[in-house]
């Protein structure tokens, strides 16, 4: 009758290793970036509008100007200075940054596509 009212259990202790997501591990990057705020600011104004859209831009014009790409390369540019000039941190600034990016290298690839 005492084994069914009282088990004997003896749980035992094991410590798993927690395995942080590499989404997890870039945005503490990104926040960890904060004492950099400024740099990131100045690339992602001066880098993404005076380079990678003016680039998207030609290839877009240089590739038939077809009007659907327009749209996502002013998009694209608009959300990088938004969340720049909003001066939200950097856990926001730079992923934005980083995806903005790879719009305009879809585009480029996609005028390139149809050009051909």
């Known amino acids: 009758m005492e084994t069914t009212i009282q088990k004997s259990f003896a749980p035992t202790y094991s410590q798993t290793a927690t395995k942080k997501s590499l989404w997890k591990r ?3 990057w990104a926040d960890s970036q904060e ?4 740099g990131w600011t100045a690339f992602a104004i001066a880098g993404h509008g005076c ?3 003016i680039i998207t831009v030609a290839v877009i014009l240089a590739t038939g100007n077809n009007f659907i790409f327009w749209p996502f390369a002013i998009g694209a540019m608009a959300a990088s200075l938004i ?3 909003a001066a939200l941190p950097t856990k926001i600034i730079i ?3 980083f995806i903005t990016v790879l719009i305009d290298i879809a585009i480029i690839a996609a005028c ?3 050009f051909i």
């Open 26 to 28: 870039f945005i503490n």
């Open 35 to 38: 004492e950099n705020r400024f």
């Open 51 to 53: 380079v990678f859209t």
């Open 83 to 85: 969340t720049n000039l």
């Open 95 to 97: 992923p934005t940054l």
């Open 112 to 114: 390139l596509i149809s």
